[in-house]
C-alpha cells in the first residue's frame, strides 16, 4: 500500500486499485484478449471475465513508493507480440500515473496463451 500526503490529509492506495488499473488499461489496448490466470487444478491458462481481471495482475510495492507491475494476458492470433507488448507497457504506465499519481518502476508482461480462431 502506497501513502500519499498532502497539506489536506492523506490517501491510502491498495494493490487492488492498482490491479484494477492496470489490468483494463491493458486488456483495452489492440490485440489483447484479456488478462489470463493459470488454473491450478489442470495448469491450463484461462481468460479472466472482467470482474476478475485483477487476478492476472501483480503488483509489487517498493521502499522509494514506486511499484513494479506484472500482467499476464492473452493475445489475438496473428498479432505482432513486440508491438503489443510496447503498446500495454507505455499504456499501463501512463493510466497509472495519471490516476494515481504513483511512479510506475517497471511493467512485465507475460503472454501466456495465444487465441486461435
Known amino acids: ?34 488478462m489470463a490466470a493459470r488454473s491450478v487444478s489442470d495448469g491450463v491458462y484461462h481468460l479472466l471475465r472482467k470482474e476478475s481481471m485483477s487476478k492476472g495482475v501483480r503488483v509489487e510495492f517498493h521502499e522509494d513508493d514506486t511499484i513494479s507491475i506484472d500482467l499476464h494476458i492473452m493475445v489475438d492470433n496473428g498479432v505482432n507480440l513486440n508491438a503489443v507488448g510496447a503498446s500495454i507497457i507505455s499504456e499501463v504506465r501512463y493510466v497509472v500515473a495519471k490516476c494515481t499519481g504513483t511512479e510506475v518502476r517497471a511493467v512485465n508482461v507475460y503472454v501466456d496463451s495465444m487465441m486461435i480462431g
Open 1 to 34: 500500500m502506497i501513502r500519499q500526503t498532502n497539506e489536506y490529509g492523506s490517501v491510502n492506495v491498495s494493490a487492488n486499485v492498482y490491479s484494477d488499473i492496470a489490468g483494463t488499461a491493458a486488456s483495452n489496448c489492440f490485440g489483447v484478449k484479456g
